[in-house]
């Protein structure tokens, strides 16, 4: 008996390839679908990690803000000046070591920050120490060589009082400040209200120190890769000028607000400059915003964009801790 063999009709080859193309065009969504997820997530993951070590490194300048040196007495006698003029980086008798500065703020080494944003200006004393020995005319002379160099800001403090100067000269254990670059004085004592060679002399007790002054500004601006985006920036000290350094792409705000020891209360900048407090500041909560431009059309919820840390400023309060919000 022969048997008959059938097999499948057009109709239904196209009907089994059809739905054959849906399986695999599902299949294919859904693959494309996590590859899109997974970019994102990586794309957030690394903007989140470099972030994170940005606002490590504004954290640490804002804990150092306000230290002087030695006990941190409050009187600091500065002889910085240029044409009689005392520059923004190292007017430290405004802000006693930090300064919040509420929008529009102006031009920071050259560069104008973002219309709306705010920007923060830290000083403190940093770095190595020398003790110093003895102090004739205008020549410091300390245990070991120097920690700072000819040209670079420093700080000289006992338990006192302590003094900015800019270094003249800096050979073996020994260094020097002439009326010369930035000095505006030959002494280095505290008078009020200050005006170019008018500091009297002083002298150093035993356990003065020599250190290095920093002076630190944090701002955002246009990038200098892309101006369609903005960046987060660092301005530090070099030698006796700052200078701008990118820290981070894609931050479209800055803001601050400051946290006053008396008080207990958060206050913005311009309401600590209208009650001349910043020396009663003891902690600034700083909240950074991504830009859209770099989270690659990632739609994420506006709480991740904003990333909120609060830091106190461990010469005023005893603290050292940081806590940052996601």
Not at 53 to 66: E, P, T, V
Not at 91 to 101: C, E, K, N, Q, R
Not at 215 to 236: E, G, K, M, Q
């Amino acid at each position: 008996m022969k048997i008959k063999q059938q097999g499948f009709s057009l109709v239904e080859l196209m009907i089994a390839m059809v739905l054959g193309l849906l399986v695999i065009g599902g299949v294919i969504g859904v693959f494309i679908a996590n590859q899109a997820t997974s970019r994102a997530n990586m794309t957030l993951s690394e903007l989140q990690n470099t972030a994170r070590l940005s606002f490590q490194l504004m954290s640490q300048d804002i804990r150092n803000a306000g230290f002087i040196g030695c006990n941190n007495s409050p009187w600091v006698g500065n002889s910085i000046a240029i044409a009689g003029v005392r520059p923004a980086w190292a007017d430290w008798a405004t802000g006693s070591g930090i300064l919040g500065l509420a929008a529009p703020v102006a031009a920071i080494n050259g560069v104008t920050p973002t219309n709306g944003t705010q920007a923060l200006r830290l000083m403190f004393a940093a770095g190595n120490s020398n003790s110093i020995n003895n102090y004739v005319g205008s020549t410091l002379s300390l245990n070991t060589n120097s920690v700072v160099a000819a040209g670079q800001v420093a700080v000289a403090c006992d338990e006192t009082m302590s003094s900015i100067f800019q270094v003249t000269t800096a050979v073996a254990d020994e260094v020097t400040h002439n009326v010369s670059g930035l000095n505006a004085d030959a002494d280095l004592g505290f008078i009020s209200p200050w005006a170019p060679g008018t500091s009297p002399p002083r002298n150093f007790s035993n356990n003065a120190m020599l250190m290095r002054f920093e002076s630190i500004a944090w701002f955002v601006a246009p990038s200098r890769d892309d101006t369609t985006v903005n960046s987060l920036y660092r301005a530090s000290l070099i030698g006796d000028t700052q200078v701008n350094e990118e820290v981070l792409f894609g931050v479209s705000d800055l803001q601050f607000v400051y946290l006053n020891g008396d008080t207990l209360n958060f206050e913005t900048a311009a309401a600590v400059n209208a009650s001349n407090t910043w020396g009663r500041i003891i902690a600034a909560n700083v909240t950074v915003t991504l830009d859209d431009a770099v989270l690659q059309g990632i739609n994420i919820p506006d709480n991740v964009k904003n990333i909120s840390f609060l830091v106190s400023l461990r010469n005023r309060l005893g603290g050292d801790g940081v806590r940052v919000l996601f």
